[in-house]
């Protein structure tokens, strides 16, 4: 009798100790367009009560994770996209996501009129590559690409111009697809006006008091800064301080702006740039180096001095083909470069022994075999200045 008892007693145990396994329940996930919850996955799951359950949510191209929504009471997190949930009833939830920007605006160049108001008294070109299309979020920050325009030769003709500046943007659009940059070109002009070089920034450019043509550097500045606000509300953040590529004229404009606004600079690369780059010195032996040469006067010019210390922080690539002759000596300079060299290939040295007394952070490459051109070598290696000089988003 008492073997049976303890049978009886035993089988009892087990029956309450099977009794007392909690109740399961279902989770229900979705999720909007957008995206998809990759932990657990979408669906309905059965799960113990007080089971944790991981919750991750990943959005698509050109969008972002904004909140988990039903029955939430349990998640610890709701605008989390990684986060868990604690299983005591059955639940119904669906990640949300929206749009990170209009991605009607990528890969579309776009032409911005003329605003005086804003500060620019000429258009722009601009263009968002569809490598930007991957924004994972609403804060990432972007760069922008600024390469001057230049149309090769003079005319009043403001068409002439814009279809130059349009032609070089459009150019330009695999260059800022590969580096994942915006790209900004103004449309500025060249006029027949003999002792205006306005694609180039020369002296007389800085010194005008005609309205249009008025301090073209600060212009770019305000074109800069409009294109960055019109990013800004399309949830773009873009870098403070700019990328910035010229060659021939472009390159003179480059190399002239930056010792102007080594503030607003995170990278230039400066190719042949009319035979003298502006050097970051007021004078070297016993000339003075007057603008464009130098910056002995770029403070009566600018308003401002010289920042060498923001100067020195600017990665500067320059370079060309040891073959190229074109020289645009600055006939509106005080100082002539040819005291430093009769040709561009002569005065190299010159120059980067100049950058080097300053403290610069500059390289000074000279291509063999090359002319004035731009070579595949010249592209490749620019692109990887650029991608090693920026940071990280």
């Not at 606000?229 to 003179?252: E, K, N, P, Q, Y």
């Not at 070579?375 to 990280?392: Q, V």
Request: hydrophobic residues 40%.
């Amino acid at each position: 009798m008492a073997r049976v008892s303890v049978f009886f007693a035993a089988t009892a145990l087990v029956a309450g100790m099977v009794g007392c396994v909690g109740p399961e329940y279902g989770l229900t996930i979705a999720s909007t367009t957008g995206g998809e919850v990759i932990s657990p996955g979408e669906g309905t799951f059965t799960y113990d009560a007080g089971t944790a359950v991981d919750l991750v949510a990943e959005p698509d191209e050109c969008y972002r994770f904004i909140t988990w929504t039903g029955n939430v009471s349990a998640i610890a997190d709701v605008n989390a996209a990684a986060t868990t949930i604690i299983i005591n009833d059955d639940y119904t939830i669906t990640a949300s996501f929206a749009s990170v920007i209009d991605d009607s605006i990528f890969g579309k160049l776009t032409k911005v009129e003329a605003d005086p108001q804003r500060g620019f008294h000429w258009a722009y070109y601009f263009y968002l590559p569809n490598s930007l299309c991957s924004l994972g979020g609403e804060h990432q920050t972007i760069y922008l690409l600024v390469e001057p325009n230049r149309t090769g030769y003079p005319s009043d003709d403001q068409e002439a111009h814009d279809s130059a500046a349009r032609a070089l943007a459009n150019a330009r659009e695999s260059y800022a697809e590969q580096l994942g940059v915006a790209l900004l070109v103004p449309t500025f002009p060249r006029p027949q006006h003999p002792d205006l070089y306005i694609q180039a920034l020369d002296r007389n450019t800085m010194l005008s008091t005609i309205d249009e043509y008025e301090r073209i550097d600060l212009q770019l500045l305000s074109m800069i800064d409009d294109a960055s606000d019109r990013l800004s509300g399309s949830g773009i953040t873009v870098h403070g301080r700019i990328l910035m590529w010229g060659f021939s004229a472009s390159g003179m404009f480059v190399s002239r702006f930056a010792v102007m606004h080594p503030d607003r600079i995170q990278a230039a690369t400066i190719g042949a740039p009319g035979g003298w780059p502006t050097a970051p010195l007021e004078q070297w032996e016993d000339i003075s180096l007057t603008y464009p040469v130098g910056i002995a006067d770029t403070k009566e010019i600018t308003g401002k001095e010289f920042d060498i210390e923001e100067f020195r922080s600017i990665p500067l690539y320059f370079y060309m083909g040891d073959m190229d002759t074109y020289q645009r000596l600055p006939y509106d300079a005080q100082v002539d470069v040819r005291l430093f060299g009769a040709t561009p290939v002569e005065r190299w040295p010159i120059a980067e022994e100049m950058y080097e007394s300053a403290g610069c952070n500059s390289q000074f490459v000279l291509y063999p075999g090359v002319g004035h051109q731009i070579t595949d070598a010249m592209w490749a290696d620019t692109k990887d200045f650029f991608l090693n000089n920026m940071e990280p988003p």
